[in-house]
């Protein structure tokens, strides 16, 4: 979480930055001009950080948004999520590609409804302790990998200020199957099955600069 850590206090530093410019009063006393939005054309791409993940999952969730010509833009999505207690770990590992399609047309910065279409690809491994209460008392690992991957629709509304800070508000559905493996290494036994696809839903709210 240090990387997020890091990340949020960048914002948020920004953020302060660019508030105190906004304050600022020329020599003549009089208010200053909002810079127009086509003075950030060079600003192609924001970063964001998904503050449901980081919120709710304890998760870091970033994502790097591009925009491309004829209001369309692309965003590439990276999840991690490490959960652990003393008798077991998860670690959890997933991208999203997606290609958007923004509905109101946008001067330089992205900003406006979108239809998303997108890919996820979801790896989970993790390990537990099993105890067996024979005269023994014989204690096994039980090793768990999981690999989940599909697609779906995202829907949203994503907004960058003249001073380059983003605010995306999205809901996707998408459908996600894959395989499941149990591997007991103690035991030398192993088993596995499909994952049928099943829908799912997801909402976030996140936070971004645009550069």
Request: glycine fraction near 6%; include cysteine.
């Amino acid at each position: 979480m240090n990387i997020v850590k890091k990340l949020i206090c960048c914002i948020l530093l920004l953020s302060a930055t660019n508030i105190c410019r906004a304050f600022e009063m020329p020599e003549n006393d009089e208010p200053a001009e909002p810079k127009p939005a086509y003075q950030h054309a060079a600003r192609k791409r924001i970063i964001k950080l998904n503050l449901t993940s980081l919120i709710f999952f304890a998760a870091e969730d970033l994502s790097l948004h591009k925009a491309l010509e004829n209001n369309t833009a692309v965003q590439f999505g990276l999840f991690h999520r490490y959960t652990s207690n003393s008798n077991a770990y998860a670690n959890e590992f997933a991208i999203t590609p997606e290609f958007r399609f923004y509905l109101d047309e946008y001067n330089a910065v992205p900003t406006g409804f979108y239809i998303a279409p997108f890919l996820r690809y979801i790896y989970s491994a993790g390990a537990s302790k099993m105890q067996f209460y024979d005269l023994n008392k014989t204690e096994i690992k039980k090793e768990i990998t999981e690999i989940k991957y599909g697609g779906g629709i995202s829907v949203g509304y994503q907004y960058t200020n003249i001073y380059g800070y983003s605010f995306d508000s999205f809901a996707s559905f998408g459908r996600f199957g894959g395989s499941h493996t149990d591997n007991y290494s103690d035991l030398n036994y192993k088993s596995n099955w499909d994952l049928d696809f099943q829908p799912a839903l997801y909402y976030g709210i996140s936070i971004g600069y645009a550069f």
